[in-house]
Every structure is written in structure tokens, then in C-alpha cells.
């Protein structure tokens, strides 16, 4: 490690931190980062951000790519559903925009999570191939935008 920051420091690479991708990706990768376990850390953040939001929604029913789907897809929660919104006063003239944007984003989000979950967490888990250093900061860095995206967004509930 002090030989890599001596080298960044010769560099005009900027540095990165993978302490500072979001910390429930970092938090779950970290251990087995450290000890160049790539595809088990990048394994370990994908169960842990779906294992955070199925918590927080109460939604173990299912799944993990149809709970995905369930929780972006456009319209409104089922009852035992709730789903994520983009959030914002409707009569703001920029989350109006948001707002006009939600179906598409939505419909990104969904496809990001499903996709993400496909190609990278079950390949991580179903195989014994190891990542590289880069493919394996690459796909943490996927997760932690995918997990701020989320922080931003609002639970959306349908009461019984």
C-alpha cells in the first residue's frame, strides 16, 4: 500500500478510495477487498444492498431480481408492495421534471438493479472466477451509484 500511494503521488492519476463508495457497498467489500478477494467482495455488496433494501421494505417474500423489478417498476405500490419513488413537491417546477422523468428513470433503475443483480451478482456467485482488481473496483462503483440513487428516493406505500 505505501508503495501505490508513493506511486500515486508521482502521478497525475487522481486517487481513489474505494472507502468512500457508499457504505453499505463499502462495508460489505471491505474485508474481503483488503485480502484481494475481488469477486467475493464484489459478491458480498450486491447481496448486501439487496439484503438492506428488502429489510427496509419488509419485502423477504421474494426473490431478489423480482423483488427488484417489483420495487422500480412504473405505477402505483400494491398492498405488502411498496415500491421506491423519486421524491419531491409536485408543484416545484424542477420536480415536475423529475417527476415527467420518473417512469423512464424508474424503468432505468429497474433495469440497472436487474441487470446488475444477472451479470454481476449471480455470475459472482455461481462461479469461482476471479476478478481483477480493476473489473472488481468497476462493479463495486456500479453498486454504490445504484445505492445513491436509492438513498434519494422515497418509500412508496399502499395502505390495507
Known amino acids: 500500500m505505501i508503495d501505490e500511494a508513493e506511486a500515486a503521488l508521482d502521478s497525475a492519476t487522481p486517487g481513489f478510495a474505494p472507502s468512500e463508495l457508499h457504505p453499505v457497498i ?3 467489500a471491505a ?5 484481494h478477494q475481488y469477486r467475493v467482495a464484489v459478491r458480498e455488496a450486491s447481496e448486501a ?3 438492506h433494501w428488502k429489510t427496509r421494505l419488509g419485502r423477504n417474500d421474494v426473490d431478489d431480481t423480482v423483488f427488484w423489478q417489483q ?3 412504473a405505477g402505483e405500490p400494491e398492498i405488502g408492495r411498496p415500491k421506491l419513488a423519486w421524491p ?3 408543484t416545484d417546477k424542477t420536480n415536475r421534471s423529475m417527476r415527467g422523468g420518473l417512469e423512464p428513470l424508474a424503468k432505468a433503475l429497474n ?3 436487474t441487470g446488475l443483480n444477472l451479470t454481476v451478482r449471480n455470475v459472482t456467485t455461481h462461479t469461482r472466477d476471479e476478478l481483477s482488481e480493476q473489473e472488481g473496483m468497476e462493479r463495486l462503483a456500479a453498486y454504490s451509484y445504484f445505492a445513491r ?3 434519494k428516493c422515497e418509500v412508496s406505500r ?3
Open 88 to 90: 419531491g413537491d409536485p
Open 31 to 35: 474485508a474481503h477487498w483488503t485480502t
Open 149 to 151: 440513487l436509492l438513498d
Open 49 to 51: 444492498l439487496t439484503v
Open 158 to 160: 399502499r395502505d390495507e
Open 26 to 28: 463499502w462495508t460489505a
Open 111 to 113: 433495469s440497472l438493479a
Open 71 to 73: 420495487t422500480l417498476s
